[in-house]
């Protein structure tokens, strides 16, 4: 029988030897230890291989001195970094993550002098808005305003702010204990982070923020909707990998060049999409999708087209925001089919684009400074901006909860386009009337001007739908 414990040391604790129990402790620090050592000089590598020895230099020297300042948090550190690194950030993105994380407001003094203007700049920005923590519904206008404020200056702070949220909320979601504190911040996730990621076209964060907040904000709901999908999603993923393998030989077979992606549709969008139809999730028609990246428009179209002839199309899931992009700057077509009619019930969404629309769908303003043409990346940076300014100027006037729904609009309601007999088109809300389209294109009502729609003389309470064209004239002579 083993002696009882009574409290006395034991030989090896008496001469300072290790026991077992310190042995297993040291050699789990030592693992650990080497685990870091090796995220952080995996990290150096990628740093170098992206910018270069010029780009990299002020990236790894406001890595070395985060590290210094709060080398407690290396591993955090090393891990933003490489998020940042998978969403292609430029280097003062990831410079301004690494000395936010680790700087305390003391420390921030001296950093134009050491890192200049630019990333200095973002640093500010980022730590100038406290995470929410007092509100348990919402923020509060005084919250919200130097948080637009902020992002107007810089559109690469938004996608530090969302970075940041996804790394804090994942952490967060995968602990075993309860959080209530996070409550807030998932909230704010919600409100304010997912909206402004999708309108900026961060899709692929989004759908990480969206999952790891529901986590938070509705633990039993995630767990009993994951274990429903769990057996569910094994099909789907079967499928997804025999579908490109099929994907994969009929587009070689006809002398096209593409990547093909299979993926599953996240919890939190599932949950949403079943809410919004009252359907069960085996009913959500775009659970199962598959991306299809070519190195043209032209090719796009003949894709879909040996798609179409191969598999049985769904009539009325087709969608062309290539040839009218949607207002973010997002494009690709969307089909979706029957891949396997008579044997399968399962729809699958088809996404087909090229290699740029890829880049911005998936990582939006995050990756404007890729673009090879220079011209193109501030075209795109300053919609994006122009965009924000609009959007905090609302804030200034606004209420909180007023702006949050303005904000919610803007991004998620359905919208129609429509366009103008003098060439160009316009986004609406869907069901806007001619007297919308009047006030967006002229500003004011004019009871002097004519409308025709399609060729067919409209009063201002007409109705517009999607494809309409709109003929707008004085009723004698033309608009000024």
Not at 56 to 71: F, I, K, T
Not at 418 to 424: H, L, W
Not at 453 to 476: E, F, K, M
């Amino acid at each position: 029988m083993p002696e009882p414990d009574n409290g006395s040391l034991t030989r090896a604790e008496l001469s300072g030897e290790p026991n077992d129990s310190h042995r297993s402790a040291e050699a789990s620090d030592r693992r650990h230890g080497s685990e870091s050592i090796d995220r952080l000089g995996r990290l150096r590598r990628q740093i170098r291989d992206r910018f270069g020895p010029v780009g990299s230099e002020p990236v790894l020297r406001a890595l070395d001195w985060a590290l210094a300042h709060s080398p407690e948090r290396e591993n955090e550190i090393a891990r933003l970094g490489s998020l940042l690194l998978a969403q292609h950030a430029d280097h003062a993105s990831l410079a301004a993550m690494f000395l936010s994380r680790a700087a305390s407001d003391a420390a921030l003094g001296p950093l134009p002098n050491e890192f200049g203007d630019e990333i200095s700049g973002l640093v500010l920005d980022l730590r100038s808005v406290s995470p929410a923590s007092d509100h348990e519904d919402g923020l509060g206008v005084l919250d919200l305003r130097p948080l637009m404020d902020s992002m107007t200056r810089d559109v690469r702070s938004v996608l530090l702010r969302v970075a940041g949220c996804v790394f804090d909320l994942e952490n967060a979601a995968q602990s075993t204990h309860e959080r209530s504190d996070l409550r807030p911040m998932a909230r704010e996730a919600f409100d304010v982070h997912a909206p402004l990621a999708e309108r900026l076209g961060l899709y692929q964060l989004r759908r990480r923020l969206e999952d790891a907040a529901f986590r938070v904000l509705e633990p039993e709901v995630y767990r009993e909707l994951s274990a429903a999908v769990a057996p569910i999603r094994e099909q789907d993923e079967a499928c997804v990998r025999i579908l490109v393998d099929g994907v994969v030989r009929l587009l070689s077979r006809n002398g096209v060049t593409a990547e093909v992606v299979g993926r599953t549709k996240g919890l939190y969008s599932l949950y949403q999409k079943m809410l919004r139809k009252q359907c069960s999730v085996d009913q959500i028609m775009d659970r199962v999708g598959v991306r299809v990246i070519v190195d043209s428009v032209p090719t796009c179209y003949q894709v879909l087209g040996l798609l179409h002839a191969h598999f049985c199309p769904i009539p009325g899931t087709f969608h062309d925001y290539v040839g009218r992009p949607k207002e973010n700057g997002y494009q690709s077509l969307h089909t979706c089919v029957h891949p396997l009619p008579g044997a399968s019930a399962k729809p699958v969404e088809f996404q087909i684009r090229t290699q740029a629309m890829h880049t911005n769908a998936e990582f939006g303003a995050a990756a404007h400074w890729r673009y090879k043409n220079r011209c193109d990346a501030d075209v795109i940076r300053s919609d994006q901006l122009r965009w924000l300014g609009d959007l905090s100027a609302r804030c200034q006037v606004l209420d909180s909860p007023e702006f949050l729904e303005e904000l919610r609009r803007q991004v998620y309601e359905e919208q129609i386009v429509v366009f103008q007999e003098e060439g160009g088109q316009l986004r609406l809300p869907a069901g806007s009337t001619v007297r919308d389209f009047l006030s967006r294109t002229l500003g004011w009502d004019r009871p002097d001007v004519v409308v025709h729609i399609n060729g067919v003389h409209a009063d201002d309470g007409a109705v517009l739908r999607d494809g309409d064209t709109v003929r707008a004239s004085a009723a004698r002579g033309r608009l000024s």
